[in-house]
């Protein structure tokens, strides 16, 4: 199983980064995809989710608006498009994917990039 990130970086206040999230090695349209992040110091949060199909989504209220949550079954792929950042969206910034059954929770995570807004 692997989650590859990519897509981090530094960018200016009011600037906009697209995060990518390429999946292998399981059946990545049987998984609800995540994205969260964590700054130093602080905990990991959640950002936004997205439901298997993609028709349901969810973002933490202060990336409404700002962050848009996708993803592509054929390409294996989730992506996070970060509009308007602002220096407080630094951190450092993780994909998850979760399927939960019956018996048992499964979460894979990515390895993170890191996003720095700061002029």
């Known amino acids: 199983v692997q989650l590859v990130v990519s897509g981090g970086g530094l960018v200016q206040p009011g600037g906009s980064l697209r995060l990518s999230c390429a999946a292998s090695?399981?059946?990545?349209?049987?998984?609800?995809m995540s994205w969260y992040r964590q700054a130093p110091g602080k905990e990991r949060e959640l950002v936004a989710a997205i439901s298997t199909g993609g028709g349901s989504k969810n973002y933490a209220d202060s990336m409404k608006g700002r962050f848009t949550i996708s993803r592509d079954n054929a390409k294996n792929t989730v992506y996070l498009q970060m509009n308007s950042l602002k220096p407080e969206d630094t951190a450092m910034y993780y994909c998850n994917a979760r399927r939960v059954s019956v018996s048992r929770a499964y979460d894979y995570w990515g390895q993170g990039t890191q996003v720095t807004v700061s002029s």
């Open positions: 090695g399981f059946t990545f349209s049987n998984y609800a």
